[in-house]
Nanobody
């Protein structure tokens, strides 16, 4: 059984920063891909950032240069450093991890950016 638990969300002003963390527990060590998706009010869930076990990262265009994803392969957590936050970044952020063909999801953490 694998569990992903996010933390670090909250309320921040336009231009502020937050750091999201996702801790993974269970029997799997070394997920193929870990990442973050988000779902804003009235929007579909979208990819934010991913990082492979080898350290290759990918970002949606709207966060490039502002967000940084990182992971600790030895302990399974994944982080999302979010700088220069904008009101349009307001969303529930979900951590996910892929092992073979199975995807595991966290419960989500709310990020609200006030203007």
């Amino acid at each position: 059984q694998v569990q992903l638990v996010e933390s670090g969300g909250g309320l921040v002003q336009d231009g502020g920063s937050l750091r999201l963390s996702c801790a993974a527990s269970g029997s799997i060590v070394g997920f193929n891909v870990m990442g973050w998706r988000r779902q804003g009010p009235g929007k579909q869930r979208e990819l934010v950032a991913t990082v492979t076990r080898g350290g290759i990262t990918n970002y949606v265009d709207s966060v490039k240069g502002r967000f940084t994803i990182s992971r600790d392969n030895a302990k399974n957590p994944v982080y999302l450093q979010m700088n220069s936050l904008k009101p349009e970044d307001t969303a529930v952020y979900y951590c996910y991890a892929v092992y073979n063909v199975k995807t595991y999801w966290g419960q989500g953490t709310q990020v609200t950016v006030s203007s």
